[in-house]
């Protein structure tokens, strides 16, 4: 199976950048999707970006286009999450979760889950 270990998070003024990682571990030929999610307290889970590892297939949601870019390093098998200009609405804890086949949004398609990272943004 697949393990996913997210780390990069932090605490950053408004306008400031942070770089998430996450690392796959285990049958990684199992995590082709990788997707980046995000849960502010009191708020729904939402998908930040996924991407098709293994070609341009990338998504991200209305709220971070332009500012977030998602990437891989599949020789070392780790998705980035780069994020600039933030805002405090991008304060939410981040999780990183994996797919074998297809890639959306849809979170209860994705079979592993890190722990999660907390981003604010203040």
């Known amino acids: 199976h697949v393990q996913l270990v997210e780390s990069g998070g932090g605490s950053v003024e408004a306008g400031g950048s942070l770089s998430l990682s996450c690392t796959i571990r285990?049958?990684?030929?199992?995590?082709?999707?990788v997707g980046w999610f995000r849960q502010a307290p009191g708020k729904e889970r939402e998908g930040v970006a996924r991407?098709?590892?293994?070609?341009?297939?990338?998504e991200y949601t209305d709220s971070v286009k332009g500012r977030f870019t998602i990437r891989s390093d599949n020789a070392a098998n780790i998705v980035y999450l780069e994020m600039n200009n933030l805002e405090p609405d991008d304060t939410a804890l981040y999780s990183c979760?994996?797919?074998?086949?297809?890639?959306?949004?849809?979170?209860?398609?994705?079979?592993?889950w890190g722990q999660g990272t907390q981003v604010t943004v203040s």
């Open positions: 979760a994996a797919r074998t086949n297809g890639c959306s949004f849809t979170a209860s398609y994705y079979n592993a």
């Open positions: 991407m098709w590892r293994w070609n341009d297939n990338i």
């Open positions: 285990g049958n990684t030929r199992d995590a082709n999707c």
